[in-house]
T-cell receptor, first 112, second 112 residues
Framework: QKEVEQDPGPLSVPEGAIVSLNCTYS??????FMWYRQYSRKGPELLMY????GNKEDGRFTAQVDKSSKYISLFIRDSQPSDSATYLC????????????FGTGTRLTIIP | SAVISQKPSRDICQRGTSLTIQCQVD?????MFWYRQQPGQSLTLIAT?????????ESGFVIDKFPISRPNLTFSTLTVSNMSPEDSSIYLC?????????FGPGTRLTVT
């Protein structure tokens, strides 16, 4: 079993819809949770960063962490064609020497 | 944040040859990371490079195959040696700054 599981998609939704992207994980030591967005032929770009459980909102994006269920989500409201990209979740236990563990990424397409 | 550039952006190489990838950061950072990204797979950490010390390699990656240099706090190189088609991948440089991890645009390598 992988430490981090993420549905690879592809996921296609109409413009304006709410998008829900999810990851599950098995390591209860993870405390820092990140979402990266990666456009085609570009490097991953940090989108949201959350510590421990709870919600964090940034514009149209909301990150949720439920440590009891080992489940994290990224919601995109009022989705735009420019949101079309691959979204990767990543997590780690502590900063310092501990590495990030990534999901495989979900490929999202917003249809105009 | 940190702005990272990589050279080359892409290359096509012959089996058995070597390629050196350069990574430049716009600020001084302690740790630099090298990742590999293969289609449909998670980002895989190859090694962590600290200035002034030997790189630390992850399981499955060895210095003879992926030698790394870190001559100063803003620059690093990764060499992919004695290449085979299995080395075809995207190679990404990454740095940690202010508890966040940033990625370069990647080097797309094809080995024929």
């Amino acid at each position: 079993q992988k430490e981090v599981e993420q549905d690879p998609g592809p996921l296609s939704v109409p413009e304006g819809a709410i998008v829900s992207l999810n990851c599950t994980y098995s390591n209860s030591a993870f405390q820092y949770f990140m979402w990266y967005r990666q456009y085609s032929r570009k490097g991953p770009e940090l989108l949201m960063y959350t510590y421990s459980s709870g919600n964090k909102e940034d514009g149209r994006f909301t990150a949720q962490v439920d440590k009891s269920s080992k489940y994290i989500s990224l919601f995109i409201r009022d989705s735009q064609p420019s949101d079309s990209a691959t979204y990767l979740c990543a997590m780690r236990g502590n900063f310092g020497n501990e590495k990030l563990t990534f999901g495989t990424g979900t490929r999202l397409t917003i249809i105009p | 944040s940190a702005v990272i550039s990589q050279k080359p952006s892409r290359d096509i190489c012959q089996r058995g040859t070597s390629l050196t990838i350069q990574c430049q950061v716009d600020s001084q950072v302690t740790m630099m990371f090298w990742y590999r990204q293969q289609p449909g797979q998670s980002l895989t950490l190859i090694a962590t490079a600290n200035q002034g010390s030997e790189a630390t390699y992850e399981s499955g990656f060895v210095i003879d195959k992926f030698p790394i240099s870190r001559p100063n706090l803003t620059f690093s190189t990764l060499t992919v040696s004695n290449m085979s088609p299995e080395d075809s991948s995207i190679y990404l440089c990454s740095v940690e700054a202010a508890y966040e991890q940033y990625f370069g645009p990647g080097t797309r390598l094809t080995v024929t």
